[in-house]
C-alpha cells in the first residue's frame, strides 16, 4: 500500500528529525509519496492531488502532535499514525538529546520504517468480518443519564463496563467479546478524528492498553475491560471514525477479544445501571 | 467509607498518578492545560513551576496528560502492579469482619 506521508520534522528534538528519517525511507523504498509540513501549510492546494489520491499516513516525532494537528487543520482524513518516541520507547531504544540523528537514531528509524510497511497489510485489509459478527446482539433498552445540555444513554443490559469507560458484549457462545467505548466518553471527546486500532493477535491483560480514541480535545487510551487475544479490529473506523460518535455501542465497536478467562474479569466489571451511577457521579464533577 | 473510590477501594489507597521527570520537562503547562481533574498544580515562583499537587484527582489509569507531553517528562506505575494492589485491597475488604 502506497500513502501520502506526512511527518512532522520537528527541528527541536531528535524525534522530530526521526519522523523526518522513517518518512525519507518510506519514500526512497516506494511506500508512498512525501508531504512537506511546511509547504502544505503554506500551499494546501500544493499536495492536493496526492492527499486526494493516498490515505494519510501521519509520522509525528513527540506527543505534541504538530504533523497530525495540521493534517486536522486541513480537513484531511488520516489514515494511520505512527508516533517516534511512543514506538522508540517500546522498542526500548532511546533517541539521544542531539537534533541531528546517529548512526542509532539512523538505525531506528529505518526499523520503524520498516514497521509501518509490515504492519500494513494488516491495518490495511478488511477486518474478518465474518469473525467480528459472532452473534452479537444489537443494543435494546438504554439508561438516560441527564446533566446540563447532555443526555449520556447506557444500555441496560447485554454490555458491562469498566470504572474507565469502556464498555464489553460478550458473544452469545461466550467465548470472544467485541469492546468499545461509552456514549459518555464519545461526548466528552467530541468529534472522534481518529482510532487507534489495536494489533491483530496481541495478548491484552485486563486493565491493559487495547487501541485509542482521539479528537481535537485528547487521546484516550482503551483500558481493556477483559484479557484475551485480539482477533478482530474494526478496520471500519480507519475510514469512519465518527461511528464512534454515532453508534458507540454497536458499529463503534473498536477490537474483538478471544477471552481469556471472563468469569474472573468480571468480579472487576460493573453492569449498565452501576455505571450509569458512576457517569452521574464523573459528570457532576466535570462542571 | 471514602467518597472517592474506584472499583470499590478508597481512591488513596491506589498509588496511581503521574510523575514528572524534571530533567525533562520545559513547563509548557500542556500537561495542566489539559487535565480537567487539577491533578498539577503551577508554581510561577518557584524552580519547579509545576507540581503533582492533587494526586488522588487522577483518574486511576487514564494517562491522557502523559498524551499531551511533547517532551515526555510525564510517567505512570505499571498497570498490572496496580491491578494486583487494588485485587489485594479488595480481598483483605472482603476478608475483614
Redesign the interface.
Known amino acids: 500500500m502506497k500513502y501520502a506521508i506526512l511527518p512532522c520534522n520537528g527541528l527541536d528534538?531528535a524525534a522530530g528529525q526521526g519522523s523526518r528519517e522513517v518518512a525519507l525511507w518510506l519514500v526512497e523504498s516506494g511506500h508512498g509519496e512525501l508531504v512537506c509540513p511546511v509547504l502544505v501549510n503554506n500551499s494546501p492546494d500544493r499536495y492536493a492531488p496526492v492527499l486526494g489520491e493516498l490515505p494519510l499516513l501521519v509520522i509525528d516525532g513527540?506527543?505534541?502532535q504538530c504533523a497530525t494537528k495540521l493534517a486536522n487543520r486541513l480537513g484531511r482524513k488520516i489514515a494511520r499514525k505512527l508516533q517516534v518516541?511512543e514506538e522508540a520507547?517500546r522498542m526500548g531504544a532511546t533517541l539521544g538529546k542531539s537534533l541531528r540523528m546517529g548512526q542509532d537514531g539512523l538505525a531506528l528509524a529505518s526499523t520503524l520504517a520498516a514497521l509501518v510497511v509490515e504492519q500494513t497489510d494488516v491495518v490495511g485489509r478488511p477486518s474478518s468480518e465474518e469473525v467480528a459478527q459472532a452473534d452479537y446482539v444489537h443494543v435494546q433498552e438504554q439508561i438516560e443519564v441527564a446533566h446540563d445540555k447532555f443526555l449520556f444513554k447506557v444500555p441496560v443490559s447485554g454490555y458491562l463496563f469498566?470504572?474507565?469507560d469502556v464498555w464489553v458484549q460478550v458473544s452469545a457462545d461466550g467465548r470472544r467479546a467485541r469492546i468499545g467505548v461509552s456514549d459518555f466518553v464519545q461526548q466528552q471527546l467530541t468529534d472522534i478524528s481518529f482510532v487507534g486500532l489495536p494489533t491483530i493477535g496481541a495478548e491484552v491483560?485486563?486493565?491493559?492498553d487495547v487501541g485509542y480514541v482521539e479528537s481535537a480535545k485528547?487521546?484516550?487510551?482503551l483500558?481493556s475491560p477483559v484479557s484475551g487475544r485480539v482477533v478482530a479490529v474494526n478496520s471500519a473506523l480507519v475510514d469512519a471514525p465518527e461511528t464512534v460518535n454515532a453508534e458507540p455501542y454497536d458499529k463503534g465497536w473498536v477490537a474483538e477479544l478471544e477471552l481469556k478467562d471472563v468469569a474472573a474479569d468480571r468480579d472487576?466489571l460493573i453492569d449498565g445501571p452501576a455505571y450509569a451511577s458512576v457517569i452521574e457521579k464523573k459528570a457532576s464533577?466535570?462542571s | 467509607m471514602s467518597e472517592n473510590t474506584?472499583?470499590g477501594v478508597p481512591r488513596e489507597k491506589v498509588s496511581w498518578f503521574p510523575t514528572i521527570d524534571y530533567q525533562k520537562c520545559n513547563y509548557c503547562m500542556?500537561c495542566d492545560k489539559?487535565c480537567?481533574?487539577h491533578v498539577f498544580e503551577r508554581r510561577e515562583a518557584e524552580e519547579r513551576k509545576l507540581v503533582v499537587a492533587n494526586p488522588n484527582n487522577c483518574?486511576?489509569?487514564?494517562?491522557?496528560c502523559?498524551?499531551?507531553?511533547?517532551?515526555?517528562a510525564i510517567s505512570f506505575p505499571e498497570?498490572?502492579a496496580?491491578?494486583a494492589m487494588?485485587?489485594r485491597i479488595r480481598e483483605e475488604g472482603q476478608a475483614a469482619p
Open positions: 528534538k513527540c506527543a505534541t518516541t520507547k469498566n470504572e474507565n491483560e485486563q486493565f491493559g485528547a487521546t484516550l487510551e483500558v472487576l464533577e466535570y | 474506584f472499583m500542556e489539559f480537567p481533574h483518574v486511576v489509569f487514564c494517562r491522557a502523559a498524551k499531551t507531553c511533547g517532551p515526555d498497570k498490572p496496580i491491578v487494588i485485587k
